[in-house]
């Protein structure tokens, strides 16, 4: 129970940084469809730090899968301020 309210927080932190809007095909997305996706998915390396989370509505999960994918590709709707986040994490 713990346990899925804190995952609860996160998902409402990550989908804060939109708004509420898939940060890639920027639709509106109800809350049962929201998922958190890994800019660089774990398979590359990526980790659970915050700048490397996004917002994606489920159907842009499934077509990103495990890919990488260029800042402009994938989160076109995210703000300047979490763009340039992403770029600090992908620079580290
Ligand atoms: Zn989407």
Not at 53 to 60: F, W
Not at 61 to 78: G, H, T, Y
């Amino acid at each position: 129970m713990k346990r899925r309210k804190r995952k609860e927080n996160l998902k409402n932190l990550i989908w804060a940084k939109t708004n509420g809007i898939c940060a890639k095909c920027g639709r509106g997305v109800e809350i049962d469809k929201r998922t958190i996706d890994h800019f660089i998915p774990k398979y590359h390396g990526g980790t659970d730090d915050m700048r490397n989370l996004i917002p994606l509505c489920k159907a842009c999960n499934r077509a990103k899968s495990s890919r990488l994918m260029s800042i402009e590709e994938c989160c076109p709707f995210l703000d300047e301020e979490y763009i340039k986040q992403i770029r600090k994490y992908v620079g580290k």
